[in-house]
């Protein structure tokens, strides 16, 4: 292969997505299941490969249909044609692997994303996949079944309670995309706004928290879920209530994402901790 024909295939935005804050979405209920599952065996590793080749693979897929919608220069398809091979093999094998090791059920957590994709990949021909709020939602809630996956490998058999981290995997990432849609919201503000602006610019987002943080501390108390569950979702909570009387008055997206990539990977680990505790 000529330098020129590799440095056509090695495009870094064909390979990776450019949505930098997207891989926490992947990989906090991800970590959250495999520390639940309190142990590491020879499934791990396939199982998180298979992960982030099903992950990674969105991107080239993405842009292969922007490619053919007349979107982006067809120049773009031979990459994107060859990182849809790599992520497809290297996850095809990475699969094989599981089902021999007996972790074929996995196979019914991926079936929720199918369908997920596709309505993305509808969006995307139409030019109308920005700002689509519901659909990052119901994507993150796909990608949350990492968790139980997760658990369900270190246990060795499917857990029940890998349905409970998938729900408040789930519900926290929804938060947080609402948290962050209330932070861009509030960059086009010109003036500090008044208590009930504020608190109506982020109704939604408070509300998302607030359920959650109430959600997990009833059920931790009724001793359905661990005692101190409730501080990671308490800790969301504050953090939104802070971006309520603190608006991003002309931040820049990237420290709005920078400050939720911190948030989230905090929550990841204080809910590790909670939930072991």
């Not at 919608?69 to 031979?78: A, K, T, V, Y």
């Not at 849809?84 to 699969?95: F, N, R, W």
Request: hydrophobic share 55%; aromatic share 12%.
């Amino acid at each position: 292969m000529s330098a020129t024909s590799a440095s056509n295939l090695f495009r870094r935005h064909v390979a990776l997505p450019n949505e930098h804050g997207a891989w926490v979405f992947l990989f906090s209920p991800l970590l959250i299941g495999l520390f639940a599952g309190s142990r590491w065996t020879a499934a791990t590793a396939p199982l998180i490969i298979a992960a982030l080749a099903a992950f990674l693979i969105r991107q080239p897929i993405t842009i292969a249909i922007k490619a053919y919608s007349g979107r982006r220069s067809r120049d773009e398809l031979p990459a994107a044609r060859f990182w849809i091979l790599v992520y497809g093999v290297i996850g095809l094998l990475a699969t094989a692997t599981l089902v021999a090791q007996g972790f074929g059920y996995l196979l019914i957590l991926a079936l929720p994303g199918l369908p997920v994709f596709a309505w993305h990949l509808v969006l995307v021909s139409r030019r109308a996949e920005r700002k689509q709020i519901g659909v990052e939602v119901v994507a993150c809630g796909a990608l949350a079944l990492a968790a139980p996956a997760g658990l369900w490998v270190g246990q060795g058999y499917a857990d029940p309670q890998g349905w409970w981290l998938w729900g408040l995997c789930w519900f926290q990432s929804a938060a947080s995309i609402v948290h962050a849609y209330m932070r861009l919201e509030q960059r086009s503000l010109t003036t500090q706004p008044d208590l009930i602006s504020a608190l109506q610019l982020a109704r939604r987002a408070l509300l998302y928290t607030t359920f959650n943080m109430a959600a997990v501390s009833a059920l931790s108390t009724a001793g359905l879920l661990p005692p101190f569950l409730f501080v990671p979702f308490a800790l969301q909570w504050a953090e939104t209530l802070w971006g309520t009387f603190r608006p991003a008055l002309g931040l820049r997206p990237t420290v709005i994402g920078v400050r939720q990539l911190i948030v989230s990977t905090v929550f990841t680990v204080v809910f590790i901790v909670a939930w072991r505790a």
